[in-house]
């Protein structure tokens, strides 16, 4: 079973910038689709994909996004990050990783962790 386990939230002003982690056990990388989610209030508070990356290292970003935030591998530390620069108000909101299973629709979910951008 997959968990995941995310850190790195904080308070930041805008312009500033934060690195999300995301601690992965229970599979290593190479068999996962990693990505980043967040809420999005124009959405109904659905959660929408801020940043992808498969187990090839091919990446993808929600349009808000791109050209702001990077997401990573680390395999060594089994671990994903998600560098965030430029950080605007509207970034604002709880970040959650997500693992899905190669070759399945089996999909994990982290507890989240809380990005506020103001100031």
């Known amino acids: 079973q997959v968990q995941l386990v995310e850190s790195g939230g904080g308070l930041v002003q805008p312009g500033g910038s934060l690195r999300l982690s995301c601690a992965v056990s229970g599979s290593p990388l190479s068999g996962l689709i990693m990505s980043w989610h967040r809420h999005n209030p124009t959405t109904w508070n659905q959660r929408e994909m801020v940043?992808?990356?498969?187990?090839?290292?091919?990446?993808n970003y929600g349009d808000a996004v791109r050209g702001r935030f990077t997401i990573s591998r680390d395999s060594a530390r089994n671990t994903v990050y998600l560098q965030m620069n430029d950080l605007k108000p509207e970034d604002t909101s709880m970040y959650y990783c997500?693992?899905?299973?190669?070759?399945?629709?089996?999909?994990?979910w982290g507890q989240g962790t809380q990005v506020t951008v103001s100031g």
């Open positions: 940043a992808l990356v498969t187990d090839m290292g091919t990446t």
């Open positions: 997500n693992a899905r299973t190669l070759g399945t629709t089996a999909d994990s």
